[in-house]
């Protein structure tokens, strides 16, 4: 009635050390991300659109790598790797749901640079605080029912092949491998979303950096211009490892076999986007830099 998940190698002392970095690593989002979320609360300077949904985007990351890391961190330790079939069912609807959800906040962040930069006259009535918690709100409420339609679809399948999924958590290409029935219709629906959606936010992100960059050109070579680069350039990386690495996985026919190589490009669209969030929005930003300045002053 359940599954068993791949380890990244049987060998205890490697166990051990992927089960430490994981969780190191897993340490370090979490302190990141509710560094910012506290960060962009407390300091009323930061109450902007761009904040908003940088602390948005921090709540998401912290939720999304609690989804697979922890769960893959215990298995490397024990002896036992399997999941039920409804631990299976919840990882693979908080998986897609979160990718879902995490694509549409960089890609209104995208916007909201965009708005920032090029329509800087007009930022404040096009980028309200009624318009920002709408986009908020409909970008979770369409990957509710994104990622249940998803989930549905995938685990109607029936899986004979084998129980061993060759991923360290739930996701749909290494389900479709265990599949004894046709799965065409499933990969088809993969592949005409990661193209509508995935192409299509990747478009629009595109667009808006290309506007963003011929205005910032325009500007006189000094402050203003290192800070706008400096503030997309993190962002368009952050997107590339994400959505490249992402569908690799997602876009590969179910009939290649799986291996290591799969496990190491899902750690760079399930981890990496995660970790680095915070390093880069906090380390490259000098208004969070100062808010954390003034906070700990105050609080010692």
Not at 70 to 87: E, F, M, R
Not at 141 to 170: A, D, E, M, N
Not at 218 to 246: E, M, N, Q, Y
Not at 273 to 284: E, V
Request: proline letters at 4%; hydrophobic letters at 50%; charged letters at 10%.
């Amino acid at each position: 009635m359940g599954f068993l998940l791949m380890r990244f190698s049987d060998v205890w002392e490697l166990r051990v050390l992927h089960a430490v970095s994981f969780f190191l690593m897993y340490l370090m989002t979490l302190i990141g991300n509710f560094l910012i979320v506290i960060v962009t609360t407390l300091d009323k300077n930061l109450d902007t659109p761009m904040y908003f949904f940088l602390r948005n985007l921090s709540m998401l990351d912290a939720c999304y790598i609690s989804v697979t890391v922890p769960n893959s961190c215990v298995n490397s330790l024990l002896d036992s790797n399997a999941i039920s079939k409804l631990g299976c069912v919840a990882q693979v609807f908080l998986v897609v749901f979160f990718v879902y959800v995490e694509l549409l906040f960089l890609t209104i962040m995208a916007h909201d640079r965009y708005v920032a930069i090029c329509q800087p006259l007009h930022y404040s009535v096009i980028m309200n605080t009624r318009v920002c918690v709408q986009m908020t709100l409909a970008s979770i409420l369409s990957g509710l029912v994104y990622s249940g339609f998803y989930t549905g679809y995938t685990f109607r399948l029936p899986f004979c092949h084998s129980k061993i999924i060759h991923q360290f958590f739930c996701d749909i290409p290494s389900l479709l491998k265990l599949s004894c029935s046709n799965t065409f219709s499933n990969e088809m629906i993969i592949l005409a979303s990661s193209l509508g959606i995935g192409g299509g936010c990747f478009i629009f992100i595109i667009r808006s950096y290309i506007h963003i960059f011929s205005t910032v050109l325009k500007f006189p070579s000094g402050a203003d211009r290192t800070k706008a680069f400096s503030t997309c350039i993190p962002h368009i990386l952050v997107v590339s490892i994400f959505l490249s690495s992402g569908i690799y996985v997602y876009l590969r026919p179910s009939a290649i076999s799986a291996t290591i190589q799969n496990m190491v490009f899902s750690i760079f669209y399930s981890i990496i986007p995660p970790l680095f969030n915070p390093i880069i929005y906090s380390l490259r930003n000098e208004q969070i830099k100062c808010a954390i300045r003034k906070i700990t002053q105050k609080l010692f």
